[in-house]
Structures are given as structure tokens and as C-alpha cells.
């Protein structure tokens, strides 16, 4: 079962996406995400230019010695564009490796250890009475556990507050798809820290003074903090039991999650940046995190995710994996088979695709009363319709960054 043929198919339906598609001498096609939210022509550019050449003519069931090969054979080793070649490589032969013995991934990767999945997903609003709307609209949609971002007084705009489209006929409507804007340049927000951290803690008294005890509640920091303030934020939202306290700070500093650790009990999430099994080392090892946040798409595949997760696992840490629009519908799939496959899930993050999205890739995952499920159908149960996805080309995205009121750079 040799790799015949490697295609690299770039579109935009309600963002860009990036997905390779293998097809072996006896017919058997598999599709894996390379998308980059961002960067996208630069993942293309690197499968197209060095990585389809190597595969034409390899066995197609050779999995662990292909992932090995692109990762060792390029000696520049690591990072986000490296890492998500390799994973749509990685997903790709493993969807044609399930669908050739006419079985699910999950059954591959040592079969069900659950029912379902449970999954978060992204309320918000710049006022709490927004934002009240936004989690009842959660609620009704199944949702069991709710990630909440809230704007801050003074600020203009602010990561993970919805926005409201602009696009004619559609003016008004949330709009969840893309963070990245379609524009030639990112836009520029604002931010304040201590501003932040004064409002937050009273957003989560009134979330749970309106919604009670029971809901799991998730917060995003989206790497913002120095690692005294995320110690700071983290003992005053204890009150509030979250179920985690996501990238309170840039965590290519693991030390830095230390001083966090020694001054609160919520819980910890990080790794939704990180590449590798190296990111993580001494936070698995010294128990400085609770929940690893990685993506298939971007941590070099099924494969190497999957170690990382037993790594994990011997220190009681759960998994968390990185699930919103940025990831297309096939990375999300791969995502699901792992959550159902291993023994140390914790959750899964899920944000919806739009209709465009959804007619392009064809999926078997559900999502009922709050759980995911990858379906039964062989291979990752995902299809690319080539002829829709050539209805959408790629187009230019950044997403935002922030300034502080001075004018200095500062982390989105």
C-alpha cells in the first residue's frame, strides 16, 4: 500500500484551512489538517516544496517510521510549522490505515474508554448582560460546560468577545468562525492588565450568581499575564471553582508556572502554542499544569499527541486538547478519536463551523446533549469535497494584536 499521490488544497470557506490528501496505488485516500491559523500558506508551502516529494512511493502503513523520518530527516526540528506538516501527514496515513481494516480510528488506538465526550464552548459578551444571553444560548445548544470571556471597562476589544459581522446581509450577526481578520494587515486592539484583573473576578461572581454552582465555568488568560499577576488572578477566582484557568501565562517559561502553582488551587491549562513533547517537559514531570492543551493539528499528529498524553497521564494530568474554528473539521475528527481512546480525558473544546465550512468537509462526528462522538464510520469519518473547497480561495488573515496605552507591543 504505497502513497501514490499527495495533494495540497488551500480554502477559505468561512476561514482558511489547509488539508493534504493522500491517495495509495489501491485507491484508499486519507486527509490530514495542516492549518495554521495566520500562517497557513507557509504550512502549505513547506508540505508542497518538501514534504509531498518524500512521500510519493512510501508505504502508506508505515506510520511511526514516516513520522520519525520527518521529523529527524529535516534536522531543523520543532515549531508551529514544522509540527503541523507533520501532523497532516500523521492524520492522513492514520485515516487511511482505519479505513483499510474498515474500522473507526479509535478502535486503532485501543478502542472506546468512555461513551462521549464532553465538550466546552466559547460564550461572551462586552457586557454581563451579554454575556448572560451568550451562556443561555450555550445552554440551549447542549452545551454542559462553558467557557467565559468577558469585555473589560475602557477597553475597546478584547480576545475571545465575539464580534458582530459586517458583511452585507449578515450585518449584526455573532460571528465565531474566524478571530483572524480578513485583512492585509492585524488589526491593533488595546489592553490593561491591572484593568483586567480588577474586572474579572467580579464577572465570575455574577456568572455564578446567575447560572449557580453546578455549570463548569473555563477562563481563558490567552498568555497576558506576568506570572505574580496569573499567581494573583488565580487565588481570586478560587471562589469561583473554574474548572481551568487557560495560558494565565506565556508558558515557554515553564518556571514561571511555579510561582503560579505556590499561590492558587484553580486549575491549570497550557500547551495550545506548544509543538512538542519538549514544551512540555518539566510541567508534566514537576505537576505544574492539570490539563495539556494541544492540538492534533499543530503537535505533530495523532502520534505524537498520543505520547504525550501517556506522558501525562503518569502525573494525574488530563487532557484538554485545543478544538476552535482554527482547526478544520478534519483536525477536530482526529481530536475525537483520541479523547474517545484514551484513559486520562478531560475535555474537549468545541466551537461550531459554519454552513460553508460544513458543505466543504463532510463529517460523521455528532454532538448530542453536550457530548462529541466521532462516529463509526472508517478512517477519521471525514471527507474533503474538493469541488466546494475550490469555491472558496484563500484569503489573507491576521489575527489581532495589543498594545498597551503607551504604545508597546504586547502579548494578544
Known amino acids: 500500500m504505497k502513497i501514490e499521490r499527495a495533494e495540497v488544497i488551500v480554502t477559505s470557506p468561512d476561514r482558511n484551512f489547509v488539508t493534504l490528501k493522500l491517495t495509495t496505488d ?41 513520522w520519525q523520518f520527518l521529523y529527524r530527516s529535516a534536522y531543523w526540528r520543532r515549531g508551529p510549522v514544522t509540527m503541523a506538516a507533520i501532523a497532516a501527514v500523521d ?55 462553558i467557557r467565559i470571556q468577558t469585555g473589560v471597562p475602557g477597553l475597546k476589544s478584547i480576545y475571545g468577545v465575539a464580534a458582530n459581522v459586517t458583511q452585507p446581509g449578515n450585518e449584526g450577526k455573532r460571528y465565531d468562525y474566524e478571530p483572524a481578520q480578513r485583512a492585509l494587515r492585524p488589526a491593533e486592539e488595546d489592553w490593561d492588565t491591572r484593568s483586567y484583573l480588577r474586572h474579572l473576578p467580579t464577572v465570575f461572581e455574577a456568572v455564578r450568581g446567575e447560572f449557580g454552582p453546578e455549570l463548569p465555568l473555563l477562563h481563558d488568560g490567552h498568555h497576558r499575564m506576568t506570572p505574580i499577576q496569573a499567581a494573583k488572578l488565580g487565588k481570586a477566582l478560587e471562589p469561583y471553582d473554574l474548572f481551568w484557568l487557560e495560558d494565565c501565562t506565556p508558558a515557554e517559561n515553564q518556571q514561571a508556572l511555579r510561582l503560579v502553582r505556590e499561590h492558587t488551587t484553580t486549575p491549570l491549562a497550557i500547551g495550545e502554542v506548544f509543538n512538542t513533547v519538549w514544551d512540555y517537559q518539566g510541567l508534566i514531570s514537576e505537576q505544574l499544569i492539570d490539563y495539556v492543551r494541544s492540538a492534533v493539528t499543530h503537535t505533530g499528529g495523532v502520534t505524537h499527541l498520543k505520547k504525550i498524553l501517556e506522558f501525562a497521564a503518569q502525573y494525574q494530568i488530563k487532557s ?24 486520562n ?38 471527507e474533503l469535497d474538493v469541488d466546494e473547497a475550490g469555491k472558496y480561495p484563500y484569503q489573507t488573515a491576521y489575527l489581532p494584536y495589543n498594545r498597551l496605552a503607551d504604545g508597546t507591543v504586547h502579548d494578544w
Open 26 to 66: 489501491d485507491g484508499i485516500t486519507g486527509i490530514g489538517d495542516g492549518t495554521l491559523n495566520g500562517r497557513e500558506l507557509a504550512v502549505a508551502s513547506y508540505l508542497s516544496e518538501h514534504v509531498v516529494p518524500l512521500l510519493i512511493d512510501r508505504d502508506a502503513s508505515r506510520i511511526e517510521d514516516t
Open 345 to 382: 480525558f478531560g475535555i474537549q473544546e468545541y466551537m461550531k463551523h459554519g454552513d460553508a465550512t460544513n458543505r466543504t468537509f463532510k463529517q460523521s462526528f455528532t454532538f448530542e446533549d453536550g457530548y462529541l462522538h466521532p462516529g463509526d464510520q472508517p478512517g477519521i469519518g471525514v
Open 91 to 145: 492524520v492522513a496515513l492514520w485515516d487511511i490505515k482505519a479505513k483499510s481494516v474498515g474500522l473507526p480510528l479509535y478502535q486503532l488506538l485501543g478502542g472506546a474508554s468512555r461513551e462521549g465526550i464532553l465538550a466546552y464552548g466559547h460564550a461572551s459578551g462586552k457586557d454581563t448582560e451579554a454575556l448572560f444571553d451568550s451562556v443561555r444560548s450555550h445552554q440551549e445548544q447542549g452545551y454542559r460546560a
Open 320 to 343: 484538554g486538547i485545543h478544538g476552535p474554528t482554527d482547526i478544520s473539521p478534519v483536525g477536530m475528527a482526529a481530536a475525537l478519536h483520541l479523547d474517545l481512546a484514551i484513559h
